[in-house]
């Protein structure tokens, strides 16, 4: 798992896991994980199953097989604000 410390752009992610402090996203290649505060700025644009994965977290996957690309504004290794935008490719 890759932790995401500076600015980055992901390409086909195939889902985005939500938790208390932390989003993960997938690709076919690689985990990636995004460490911010609770207030942090995100959201995902087209995102259509929503999937209950244990008490304190969700999976948004894009419709269809498509995959989503993520813009990623990172600056340390936790307590990031964001913003993060995921939207369809």
């Known amino acids: 798992m890759t932790e995401i410390t500076s600015p980055t752009t992901l390409t086909g992610v195939k889902y985005v896991r939500i938790g208390h402090g932390v989003l993960d996203f997938g690709t076919d290649d690689e985990e990636y994980t995004w460490w911010c505060r609770e207030d942090a700025d995100w959201r995902i644009e087209g995102g259509e ?3 209950n994965d244990g008490e304190d ?3 948004v996957e894009p ?3 498509q ?3 993520c813009e990623i504004t990172a600056s340390s290794r936790e307590n990031d604000t964001g913003p993060v935008v ?3 490719e």
């Open 49 to 51: 199953t929503v999937v």
């Open 57 to 59: 977290r969700a999976i």
């Open 63 to 65: 419709p269809n097989g």
């Open 67 to 69: 995959t989503f690309i």
């Open 86 to 88: 995921c939207r369809l």
